[in-house]
């Protein structure tokens, strides 16, 4: 297509210096959006953040230059004796917030802060809850002389109290806090069930509740404005480009497809044609306003067009590929058997894997189960179209190829290093190891049902990986305040090392701690690697106490704060969050129907007779069914039709790979009315989160 | 009200032995809904299940001839010498289950039953998913000669390596699981990290989504079959009370009164009136169809009546109390300052309490504090009307004069025994303590937040508390299977014992474990209050290993799968289940909208100016209120109809106090059109939970 077709009109209409202005506008967009821009962002953040990994304290040692800027000002007051710390440290992370591709970052931190309200008030509810049973304890306990399984006092000092009973709402310390109590006598067990219906599982799920509504109104507030903003900008552009024709105002065909163009680049010709053909039903050159408004849904939806092509083997020798004996192979490989036949070797291969591989008749069947991948895979791309194979949504079909690559590749490395010099790589080692496991999964898509729960998860990953980026950001901030107050403070030895100093992580301070005797030295705050890892599982909860503990014996009472404070933002906030978006996608999967657009399109792709229907669309099958309707009766009556269309086939991007966001807006806009043109542009960009539903009967002064 | 009028139509009409039927019907299902029917079930119940208390392993000796049934067949087996495991007592909860009051129990139970196969096959996944991690921990981890903190060898045996992974998921072994590979080499944590992040995050979320999502469903399910069997029926019975008027088909404003008086033999005259008003609009004398099948939403709906009446001191003394002494002192306890007064009290009672009571001082300030709670009842009884003091909502009012009370009996108890004999009886004081702790709740009900939160919470007391039963019976199942195979194992003997066989619990098979390490002997399952202990340690999950590794060593390794299968059903099936009530009962509360017949009761009630706003229900504020009305301007115009309904007040009953089921069903049916039959009767029955929800498009085959 011609660019300068796009301005031909210049010469002839007087809006046209618009026109050539949304243009450039549009190739800035475009130019911003461009992957290599992105490339850079990404890039520059990643020195940015990685930063962390090269300063005191560092992991790698690295040159003067790179941290200069930083350091100047850091070095100046060090200069003048201030020993600062560096807290803009802490800040860098933001830039991984302020760009547009973390659009689900930024809108997870405004839902963390508008939960803020409405979870401060359980939560001081919730503290003032642990206050009173501590209060309890301190009482029922404190003066009976009871002990530890180490021998210290038991429940004898209000705040370690309250601190253990914190610990006990995280189950982490559970049930060894009550066994001194039970022990001594059992009517003591009703006083922690009583404290843990409460505050483990009453509060905790209360938490999770206020958290999930939170989430769940301000994604519906977002999308809603969203929703409304796109309908009103297409308003604003009807109204700029609209012609009278006859009593109503249009737009022409022309100036549609003109603008399609513009807004995106690379649609295909026959796919614009589609999109035309639904807007302008009636075929009479021009577009009303109800369906111009549609274009943006219309554009958005994926209509994948499918090009089908012969296999290039039979443009190449068409009677080779023709004989009977390679149409044999090609049955065969279609045929069910075929896939049987693997899933058992795969069993096989199983098997093979869990028996001692130190055996050399196992070691070469390794080899024999690599060549039988690989024979698969040959196999399939001479039966099934290549480009097809390779589809964008062929998930498995990549997985499958690229482990089985991998894997070869590293067997083949291995191999070659070990009969060079005598000597086994072990990351090599590993890795062949994980594929040759990886490769089992396959056996999952050849389960139904399995197939369909793993389809889902798949789907929610992108999402996922951007609360990867949420958890970067905040693990990132706790990191760089964890390194500065408790940097060297814990050691790690060899662990075959057990001299007295080792055995208690290089600081005296930790001797008889649980810290030192589970051999914890490794879980500490030296460098960035490590901090994150302690994070994780800080994360996970489990022995938090013991790490809390740990460093509060080698700084300060006082540290425990921090680690409670991470608990707080992360378990009971992110966590919560993260749960609430699984559960939110998981029902909104469940809760699916077509949209109005969707049909509409779906229904003239239907009655032009180009549409594949989604059940052909499994894998393999889709292939299968193009080539049979290829090879099959020419004499049909879609075939003309098909033919009008260039030998493209379309279809509705099947629903399985839509984002949770897509799905969103798709429920929300089939709640407005076509022809409601939604509030003020000033009313839309005000939206607050309360109007989405009735006003919170419980917690409405806390919004 | 004579209930002999209720026979007199029996003479003139001839449907008339039908009425006299269902009135009889009607007066067995009062017998049986009576409160001393029910105190029976209860009191059977207890019986039944208390059996296991008594029996071998028993906690208390009992004679032979309570357990004699049992027994007969138990002993008949034995003497033949067939030492037989009586499995009928895991059976003994069944009759918890199956009586009309245990309806959500049975319905729980029901929703687990439906869940079953959805989740069957996620999990079926999730066991897939371990175990291709535990094969790579093996290739990985096994060969490279790591031992764990007590020595032992790490990941070498892929049946072991597979239990400490599925430990992992539960996180209770995290992060001990990793440190030896971490120890080892860092980036063996990446593999532990994705392990967590697959299984134990998005697995679990899943497992949560997949049961929250069927217990939505199949609780729509049921409350749609119930509001529309409910139709059905009252339509039944519209098609035979009906009599022909004009031409439509009405009933009878006398037949509607009867029908009503049957059903609700304890409502009062100018409720029913109330009612009658409502359902007869224009005053006709006969209620037409639409407002006949209403009547059972109408007699639902708690309208309280609250019969104005003067305090009886005022009665009695007239006088006195209206001196000006007397209505100072009222004013004064009606005032804000009052309230603030007391707060402060509190706090300072607080700090009393938190200091030491050794102190002759702060035990005298004691006896104070009581005394100033004590008064400030009184006050509050004298200046309030003391039925509507103790009103049947009146949560706070209760609380505060139970706990006074309870601390002033025990209190004296205390003081009696310890000035008679010279010794503190540990219990009471024990009582007293909380009792004195518990008082500080009262600081909640000042602060408008807090209680708002805390009232939704007991609002969802009353059906957590049925999950208590579901609890019950899944405890007492697994309790009763735990003393079969675990009774006598392990033995606990006094803390102070420290000879090694104490320290083993009696078994030298735990010599070394970290059962006995951790002073778990009293975890055991010698009788059935130990077992309900060591339950509900297993089900807040922390070191539940310890406790199934402890128990494997004294029995066999198979005994883990015991422990598995209590994980499964207590952790991923009930605390999820329970999970999704909490989420679902806020979501109820926050999405909360008048009903259309509550509406129509509530306007009613306002047309005759016998309403009282909620906001006015608060607590004491509802006392004022209606004093100030009572003593108020007597011109007013809502006056005269005040006085038609005989002096009283109704309200609908606060939103606040609805259960959960009936803000569902209140949901469901405002869907429901009001003219819409429903379908027949049969289809009803069977309706599906599918039909609720479009069809899932990602578990189909498996619901």
């Not at 111009?292 to 849904?297: E, H, P, Q, S, V």
Request: charged share 20%; with cysteine; proline share 3%.
């Amino acid at each position: 297509m011609s660019s300068s077709g796009k301005f031909e009109c210049c010469l002839t209409s007087a809006p046209c210096f618009i026109n050539t202005f949304i243009l450039f506008v549009f190739r800035l967009y475009y130019f911003y959006n461009h992957w290599t821009m992105q490339v850079a962002i990404y890039f520059f953040i990643c020195v940015d953040l990685s930063l962390a990994l090269f300063e005191e304290p560092a992991l790698f040692p690295l040159p003067f230059l790179l941290t200069l800027f930083d350091l100047i000002i850091y070095g100046s007051l060090e200069a003048v004796n201030i020993h600062s710390i560096r807290w803009s440290r802490a800040l860098r992370p933001v830039f991984l917030i302020n760009f547009p591709e973390s659009r689900q970052i930024r809108r997870t931190f405004r839902s963390i802060r508008n939960t803020l309200p409405d979870i401060l008030y359980v939560f001081l509810l919730f503290v003032f809850s642990v206050l009173i049973f501590s209060l309890m304890a301190l009482k029922l306990f404190g003066d009976r002389g009871l002990q530890t399984v180490e021998g210290l006092p038991y429940f004898t000092n209000i705040l370690d109290i309250a601190f253990e009973l914190y610990v006990l709402v995280t189950t982490a310390n559970s049930p060894d806090v009550m066994m001194p109590a039970y022990n001594f006598n059992w009517w003591y067990s009703l006083y922690f069930i009583t404290y843990i219906i409460i505050n483990t599982y009453i509060f905790m799920s209360v938490f999770l509740a206020v958290v999930y509504n939170n989430y769940r109104k301000h994604l519906k507030n977002e999308i809603r404005k969203l929703a409304y903003l796109k309908r009103h900008k297409m308003i604003e552009a009807f109204n700029i480009l609209k012609v009278k024709v006859g009593t109503e105002f249009v737009v022409t065909e022309a100036r549609w497809k003109q603008l399609a163009r513009i807004v995106m680049p690379h649609i295909s010709g026959p796919h614009l044609e589609l999109l035309l053909r639904i807007s302008d039903e009636g075929q009479k050159g021009h577009v009303d306003k109800m369906n111009f408004i549609r274009l943006a849904d219309l554009l958005n939806i994926q209509v994948v067009t499918i090009n089908i092509k012969r296999h290039p083997l039979e443009d190449w020798m068409p009677r080779v590929y023709q004989s009977s004996a390679s149409l044999l192979v090609q049955r065969m490989v279609r045929h069910r058997i075929f896939v049987w036949v693997y899933d058992v070797i795969i069993l096989i291969n199983a098997i093979f894997i869990a028996l001692d591989e130190k055996n050399p008749f196992i070691s070469y069947a390794e080899w024999l189960f690599l060549s039988l991948y690989i024979i698969e895979i040959l196999l399939k791309l001479y039966t099934y179209e290549p480009r097809a194979y390779f589809g964008r949504k062929q998930f498995w079909n990549w997985f499958d190829t690229l482990i089985i690559i991998a894997a070869l590749v590293a067997t083949v490395a291995n191999t070659t290093i070990q009969s060079a010099r005598k000597y086994n790589s072990q990351q090599i080692l590993d890795i062949v190891l994980i594929l040759r496991i990886l490769r089992l999964l396959r056996i999952i898509v050849s389960i139904q049902r399995f197939r369909l729960i793993v389809t889902t998860l798949i789907n929610i990953g992108p999402t996922i990986l951007t609360f990867g980026g949420l958890v970067l950001v905040v693990y990132y901030v706790f990191a760089i305040i964890g390194m500065e107050a408790f940097h060297g403070k814990v050691q790690f030895f060899d662990p075959n090392f057990t001299t007295p100093n080792a055995l208690v992580c290089g600081n005296p301070g930790l001797k008889d701690s649980a810290f030192a005797r589970d051999r914890y030295c490794k879980n500490n705050f030296n460098d960035l690697a490590s901090s994150f890892i302690v994070l994780m599982e800080l994360t996970v909860v489990n022995q938090w106490h013991v790490l809390a503990g740990g460093f509060a014996l080698v700084t300060h009472q006082a540290a425990k704060l921090y680690f409670i404070g991470f608990h707080v933002v992360v378990v009971i906030l992110i966590v919560n969050i993260f749960i609430a978006f699984i559960l939110e996608a998981f029902f909104v999967a469940y809760s699916l129907e077509k949209s109005e657009v969707e049909t509409a399109i779906e229904k003239k792709i239907q009655e032009l007779g180009v549409g594949i229907q989604e059940e052909e669309m499994q894998d393999g099958k889709l292939v299968d069914n193009m080539d049979a309707k290829d090879g099959g009766f020419s004499g049909d009556d879609g075939d003309n039709k098909r033919k009008a269309l260039k030998g493209l086939y379309f279809r509705i991007a099947s629903k399985k790979y839509r984002t949770v966001d897509a799905l969103l807006q798709q429920m929300f806009e089939s709640e407005i009315a076509p022809e409601d043109e939604g509030p003020s542009l000033d009313e839309i960009l005000n939206f607050s989160a309360g109007d989405v539903y009735p006003k919170n009967p419980n917690f409405e002064n806390s919004a």
